[in-house]
């Protein structure tokens, strides 16, 4: 997708640089640059309602142009510090606030499918995490567009693991339409390529589908080392099916076939190479003992107190 080249506005004494031309919106467009990332859903649907009243299909084009302009990004470039960007600035969760409020006007969310599939590759993680709403908002319209990505290996980036993510929120969604979502995972995973991270993603959609029947086909891709053990673990697989794969399978195998040592060095490179610069000082204060922390499934609530499952609140971060 072609990148919209922005007239930057001059640095002001104020320590949030003025908006780019094309991003002076009217309410309630402008409410998406100045929210944060939403965190109510009343104020989503709120905004939803007089969109679609009030503009209908034009308010949906407005909002699939939002979610699009990649120029949001823009805004880090004022900041010496980036954090400060999300400490300080708003405008970095523009995009996704607008996919969240497509996925509440049901009567024309559909008519921006196209673009919001364009966005499935995105270098924005929040935009790519809050797309599944949206096409579950969609629903079985989104489904064969989005069976063509999983299945097309010259697409590009992250596209084909995301469109499986969106195709387990539909299925989560619209249970009528579970089985076949279920039954192009499972098609995908016997014509599993070297792509570990799509595998691990149909894997996950398949246990998220709660899929027991496909358990003998998930163990088989565990077998043959196609499913990345950081991404889901045959442990955490054995724990959200509820039964052990016979014969058993070695975590522990597979894991080093991915170049880790342990299961639990994944995603600990820094922090080894940082422990590993520390000289043992014999005179120092004991360690305080590790303790395992306690395993929580994909769907089960988030032990965070938020109400929403864990893959969807903290296990994003997973």
Not at 39 to 68: F, N, P, S
Not at 152 to 171: K, N
Not at 281 to 302: F, H, I, M, W
């Amino acid at each position: 997708m072609r990148k919209v080249i922005s007239k930057k506005p001059a640095r002001s004494a104020s320590p949030i640089p003025a908006n780019f031309p094309h991003h002076n919106f009217d309410e309630p467009y402008s409410d998406l640059l100045t929210s944060g990332e939403f965190d109510d859903e009343d104020d989503v649907l709120a905004i939803a309602l007089k969109i679609a009243l009030d503009h209908g299909e034009k308010g949906a084009l407005q909002l699939a142009a939002i979610a699009c302009d990649d120029t949001f990004d823009d805004y880090i470039d004022f900041y010496e510090n980036p954090e400060d960007f999300y400490q300080l600035d708003k405008r970095w969760a523009a995009r996704s606030n607008a996919i969240l409020v497509l996925s509440m006007m049901p009567e024309h969310a559909a008519i921006v499918l196209e673009q919001m599939l364009d966005q499935l590759d995105s270098d924005d993680d929040l935009v790519v995490e809050t797309l599944p709403f949206y096409f579950a908002n969609v629903g079985e319209l989104a489904i064969r567009p989005l069976i063509e990505i999983v299945n097309d290996p010259e697409e590009e980036g992250d596209g084909r693991a995301s469109a499986v993510d969106c195709l387990t929120e539909i299925a989560e969604a619209h249970p009528e339409l579970k089985k076949e979502i279920v039954r192009v995972f499972e098609t995908a995973l016997i014509r599993a390529e070297d792509e570990p991270a799509l595998n691990s993603q149909l894997v996950m959609g398949l246990l998220d589908c709660g899929s027991k029947e496909s358990s003998e086909l998930i163990f088989d891709a565990f077998r043959k080392h196609l499913i990345d053990p950081g991404l889901i673990s045959i442990e955490e697989t054995e724990l959200h099916l509820g039964f052990k794969a016979v014969p058993p399978i070695d975590g522990q195998e597979i894991s080093k076939a991915f170049g880790y040592d342990t299961l639990d060095e994944y995603g600990d490179d820094i922090l080894n190479e940082d422990e590993s610069d520390v000289i043992s000082d014999p005179d120092s204060e004991p360690q305080t003992p590790y303790v395992a922390e306690l395993k929580v499934g994909r769907n089960d609530p988030c032990p965070c107190g938020s109400g929403k499952k864990y893959k969807k609140c903290c296990g994003r971060a997973v």
